[in-house]
């Protein structure tokens, strides 16, 4: 089912399956990707409880091996939905017989859209309601529209930070680099290099400092994208062809390991809440 949530400034519209944004509308201007299936068909998806692929899209728990497909399942999920108002809408999904096949443990997710002046904000919490440690990974794959006639290169990401990234390259197997090499980004600003991020996969930096700044000489509409500090890792994506013109920008929690599979999630590097904890994942963009 679709929401529309409406403040006077911005529109924005909401799947409850995945709990998608599907759509943000100013001054009758469509910032969010379509879903073209010809380039991708996701907008907005939700990442939970992986971020990423895994190897042989399998891992293991106390000795017993789980499938589990690329970014995990609440993408694929129908959420609940536990508020709707104007310009608030809060939507939740917990264990269920089919999440407890491929994730053994109870949990809360929580997606809460909210608007306010010319901004979107998304609070995403993680409720641990099982005996043991939830080990999980969290994430946001919005896809933006690249506005104007101009060159995809004339589109730029500058970030609260120095001169110097952090980037983690792809590794054979769709593996991650943990430790990030240095890379050069003057004024703390990276340029949308097509070439690069169609070779690398995906550009994944950490070291932005919580904010990216999406603009281009080419156009008027441009992107603030803010978010907590307890989302780390900043991943560039887009479809290799210039003439899909969007770019994915994705805050995460954590990153894929370079380990071997069937990967234990036991030790493998992700986030960890105790019974009964929580974590809230915040994310705020401003559209001008």
């Keep these: 089912m679709i929401y529309e949530l409406n403040n006077g400034i911005l529109s924005a519209k909401i799947d409850t399956h995945g709990a998608e944004l599907i759509s943000v509308v100013r001054e009758g201007c469509e910032y969010m990707w379509s879903g073209d299936k010809k380039w991708w068909d996701d907008k907005a998806p939700l990442l939970f409880p992986i971020c990423g692929r895994l190897p042989e899209k399998k891992y293991s728990y106390g000795g017993k091996v789980y499938d589990m497909d690329i970014h995990g399942f609440a993408s694929k999920s129908d959420f609940e939905v536990k508020l709707a108002e104007r310009d608030r809408l809060v939507l939740e999904i917990k264990e269920s017989e089919s999440t407890l096949k491929e994730y053994p443990f109870s949990f809360v997710f929580t997606a809460e859209f909210a608007l306010s002046g010319d901004a979107l904000t998304l609070d995403l919490t993680v409720k641990n309601t099982d005996e043991r440690v939830l080990p999980y990974m969290v994430g946001w794959h919005p896809g933006f529209n690249l506005h104007g006639k101009g060159d995809i290169g004339r589109f730029s990401l500058k970030f609260r930070g120095g001169d110097v990234l952090s980037h983690h390259p792809i590794l054979p197997g769709c593996f991650v680099a943990q430790v990030g090499t240095d890379y050069p980004a003057k004024d703390s600003t990276y340029v949308l290099d097509e070439e690069e991020i169609y070779t690398q996969d995906t550009m994944i930096f950490s070291g932005t400092n919580g904010s990216a700044y999406l603009s281009s000489p080419d156009t008027d509409r441009k992107i603030l994208m803010e978010y907590s ?42 986030s960890r809440l105790g019974s009964g904890e929580s974590a809230v994942y915040s994310y705020k963009v401003r559209f001008f």
């Design 229 to 270: 500090d307890n989302l780390p890792y900043f991943c560039i994506w887009k479809e290799t062809s210039s003439e899909a013109r969007f770019v994915c920008l994705e805050p995460w929690s954590d990153i894929p390991d370079a380990g071997e599979a069937p990967v234990p999630f036991e030790t493998r590097p992700m």
